[in-house]
């Protein structure tokens, strides 16, 4: 036995489960194993499982201490307990349908308990007369007595903790877990990515130990020990991928800015620029000015001025001669940001072209001519702009609005119309600091943390079903006051479940709001009909919007000053706060009201979160703390793996640790071989995701 940590740890044993022990490598097939036949061997195949690395490197779902055992007295029914307890009475076996069903009864002396097995003839003859065992499961109740559904069993003195891991198809659980601890048992030399001196400097365990440690720790502190070890090499993999990457896109500029006096074109804003945009504006002149293509997202929160820095950069390919492509998700945002562009660049002599589907023949043939004859220095459109048709005469940057609305190839086909063009994307989705440096660990990132001056936040409130009416008559009085509203439902036609549906309630406010001018909207209408619902509305030709999420982003209204959410429960956090964002973008005092009959305390806690800031970068970190990093933000998008055992929002220190080695283990020699070339590896997968 070894310790470390603070706790013995396993080692190899010469003989488990009847079988001579055998050397075992890592990338050796899971048939090598014993019990696992052609058949299992299938099934965890179709679980992802091909190799012992696979098998090991998968992370317990969660943990049983059958060290902490409860009386049979003290259970209640949905509990998960351990009893210690001895069979009361002979093992009985009855036909219920088409199953067998044993039963067997024991007692700890405070109580008696029944355990159940189904279609499990063998458990007749399991468990023997006068002998204690724990017994691990959930307990359930009927007809007034307590049972216990296929539970874990062992020996009077088994305290230890056991893994649970995410169900395989056609093989049962404690067999699972058997599979682990085989190969664990029958590892020969594992090769230790780590160096023994980076792993004493680093405070971390060894690989074998971290292993042994994740699937069956002895103590808390062996768990810990363990799974940070796992973590670092997962973060340090995917910085060292990342860093790879980025490097890669490190290339030759279409073109290089000179020191352009951008002075021309900021006098013309109705603001002057915040400390953070200005911060944006300088990185990003620095990125055009340095003679590499430039990769560099701008994150920033609804209405802080993103659109701003895009002008900006914009402006300086202009002046170098060279033209600028920024796409949008949607037609009603591209034409916002191309009246935008053009109201402060035609001035100054700089002609934008709108290339959007909707347009008609003669305005689509207009603008493709003059985008390919280079008449138009900048173009703005949706995915219009990536198609064949969409022909630039000397494209040098690639502007990206909404970049979680495309897919990673299509952000990379609009680069490629410009060879080494300048990519600058912008998300208005904040992302926690942790997550951000895995996401866009492969790009340059500026923030903007400031909201431009005469902003005013809207004040939010989570209510109950019964205070409707109540919101209701808010927004006819403030409709009347001559603003504007928007009620969001989360569904467009039809709402199963009781949720509330787009053409339900429009007709239904349409009755309540007579005299006011109601009008509904959802992404499944045509095209043409929506955006000109939409651009009714901005105009303020419609009073009250009922829309599904399309509105989350592309509408621009100073004038709607009240937003109410129905079925808030069923958005996320992020998700609401970008729909609240749809209000409060003049100086008008503006509401956003969320409707909620939810009673479960995450889906309050979740409003609450909400409610109590405007900050979308804390909002973000609750979203991340409540939802975790593979639903928060979709990692296989970006060509990332899941992590199996790293958590963004738990290893802040593991993450540190990984980002300031990852230099170092680039300058390494030999030694870090192993490292370096699954870093490589993912770095290409990721790469390939992108094309």
Excluded at 445 to 454: C, F, H, K, Q, T
């Amino acid at each position: 036995m070894k310790e470390f940590c603070g706790f013995r740890q396993n080692s190899p044993s010469k003989e488990f489960c009847g079988f001579e022990a055998f050397p075992l490598s890592l990338d050796d097939s899971v048939a090598a194993l014993p019990g696992v036949g052609e058949k299992r061997r299938a099934a965890l195949s179709a679980a992802g499982i091909e190799t012992v690395r696979d098998l090991l490197t998968r992370s317990p779902r969660r943990y049983e201490d059958h060290s902490l055992v409860t009386p049979i007295s003290g259970l209640s029914p949905g509990d998960s307990a351990t009893v210690a307890a001895r069979p009361h009475g002979a093992a009985a076996i009855r036909r219920s349908g088409a199953r067998s069903v044993v039963s067997c009864p024991v007692s700890d002396g405070t109580g008696t308990l029944t355990l159940r097995w189904f279609n499990q003839h063998y458990m007749r003859s399991r468990l023997s007369d006068g002998v204690t065992y724990r017994f691990s499961g959930r307990v359930s109740e009927f007809a007034g007595k307590l049972f216990m559904d296929s539970p874990e069993i062992g020996a009077e003195d088994d305290d230890g903790v056991a893994p649970v891991y995410t169900a395989v198809a056609g093989i049962p659980k404690k067999t699972l877990t058997s599979f682990v601890r085989s190969a664990l048992e029958a590892l020969g030399d594992v090769p230790d990515p780590l160096p023994p001196a980076d792993r004493d400097r680093l405070g971390l365990v060894s690989f074998r130990d971290a292993l042994w440690g994740v699937h069956f720790p002895e103590s808390r502190e062996a768990f810990f020990c363990s799974r940070k070890r796992l973590a670092f090499d997962e973060l340090l993999r995917t910085r060292l991928a990342l860093g790879r990457v980025k490097s890669a896109a490190r290339v030759p500029a279409a073109f290089v800015a000179k020191d352009t006096d951008l002075s021309p074109l900021l006098s013309r804003l109705p603001y002057t620029p915040t400390s953070a945009q200005a911060r944006a504006i300088a990185d990003v002149s620095a990125d055009t000015r340095s003679g590499l293509a430039m990769n560099r997202l701008v994150q920033g929160d609804v209405g802080c001025g993103k659109t701003v820095v895009a002008l900006a950069a914009c402006y300086l390919a202009a002046k170098a001669g060279h033209q600028s492509a920024v796409m949008a998700p949607t037609d009603i945002l591209a034409r916002q940001h191309y009246e935008y562009m053009e109201r402060c660049l035609a001035p100054l002599g700089i002609r934008a072209a709108l290339v959007v589907g909707s347009s008609g023949a003669a305005e689509r043939r207009a603008a493709a001519e003059a985008v390919s004859s280079g008449d138009a220095l900048v173009a703005v459109g949706t995915h219009a702009l990536i198609s064949d048709k969409a022909l630039f005469r000397n494209l040098a940057l690639a502007v990206t609005d909404e970049q979680h609305r495309f897919g990673a190839r299509q952000r990379s086909a609009l680069a490629a119309k410009g060879g080494a063009a300048h990519s600058l994307v912008m998300s208005a989705t904040p992302i926690p600091r942790s997550l951000a440096l895995i996401l866009y660990g492969d790009m340059d990132v500026s923030v903007i943390d400031e909201l431009p001056p005469g902003r005013v936040p809207p004040k939010t409130y989570a209510v109950g079903g019964r205070y409707r009416r109540r919101a209701l008559e808010f927004i006819r009085g403030r409709v009347d006051a001559g603003e504007q509203a928007y009620v969001v439902c989360p569904a467009a036609l039809e709402g199963a479940d009781g949720l509330a549906a787009v053409a339900e309630w429009t007709a239904k406010l349409a009755e309540f709001f007579a005299g006011r001018r109601v009008a509904g909207v959802w992404g499944a209408m045509k095209s043409g009909e929506k955006n000109g619902v939409m651009e009714a509305f901005a105009a303020g030709d419609i009073d009250v919007l009922v829309a599904t999420t399309v509105v989350e982003v592309g509408v621009n209204n100073p004038n709607a000053t009240v937003m109410l959410i129905e079925n808030a429960e069923r958005f996320g956090l992020s998700q609401l706060h970008q729909l609240r964002g749809r209000v409060g973008r003049g100086a008008k005092e503006s509401w956003c009201v969320l409707i909620s009959s939810a009673r479960g305390e995450t889906a309050r806690e979740r409003l609450s979160a909400i409610c109590r800031t405007n900050d979308g970068f804390a909002i973000a970190e609750a979203d991340l703390a409540l939802r975790g990093p593979g639903d928060f933000f979709g990692l296989r998008q970006h060509g990332l793996p899941e992590f199996a055992f790293a958590d963004p929002k738990l290893d802040t220190e593991a993450m540190a640790l990984a980002g300031a080695f990852a230099a170092e283990a680039e300058r390494g020699g030999d030694e870090y071989a192993e490292l370096l070339e699954s870093a490589r590896v993912l770095a290409e997968r990721i790469k390939n995701a992108a094309i």
